[in-house]
């Protein structure tokens, strides 16, 4: 089976995004910071970048990020997963009702039967890549509260929100043994294997 890799940026004070995330406001008042690092990569950066892409069979996503992603400040015909980079690999969005209306409609698969569904049909497309939880904070949480996630991919940007969607809210004790971490001028870079 594919690896299963949660890979999120989170901000200094644990939140995935600033107040007030959503479709007309993308990571929330103060957010946009919390991306520096993979929309102006500096070369560090740029090549975790590539690494995480090169290595991504499948995309996992919750239906609040999608609803972001698919909005008018969202991804485009040169933004998408990966940041600047071309890639399209299959995008799954764990929701209970899938949307009316898809503005990248060529890009979304949507999955109703769960988070452990999503990851089976991931594995299933990703083939020998990883199966990749991109966010948002939610649906990294569920993954790891119910032992569905091998590894934790945290790029940690030099900021301070105060407020937001926090990522570890709740969840369930869960042991973690660092297995790389990089630094850049932007953002620290920790690999986890979840045990």
Known sequence: ??????????SLDGFV????PGPGAGLG?????????????DPVDADILDQAVAATGAVIMGR??????????????DRGYGAGHNT???VLVVTSTPPDRV??????????????????????????RDVVIMGGGETIRSALDAGLVHELRLHIAPVLLGNGTPLFDGL?????????????GQAIHVTYRVE
Do not use: C, Y
């Open 172 to 184: 369930s004790s869960r042991r973690l043994h660092q297995v790389h971490a990089r630094g850049s």
């Open 88 to 90: 399209e690999p299959p």
């Open 29 to 41: 008042e103060g957010g946009e910071p919390l991306h520096h690092w993979a929309m102006r990569p």
């Open 64 to 77: 609040r990020l999608f609803d972001v992603v698919d909005g008018p400040h969202g991804w485009n015909e």
């Open 17 to 20: 995004t600033g107040p007030k």
């Open 103 to 128: 503005r990248l409609t060529d890009r979304f698969t949507f999955v109703i039967d769960g988070l452990s569904g999503a990851i089976a049909k991931g594995a299933a497309l990703a083939g020998d």
């Open 1 to 10: 089976m594919a690896r299963v890799v949660a890979d999120i940026t989170i």
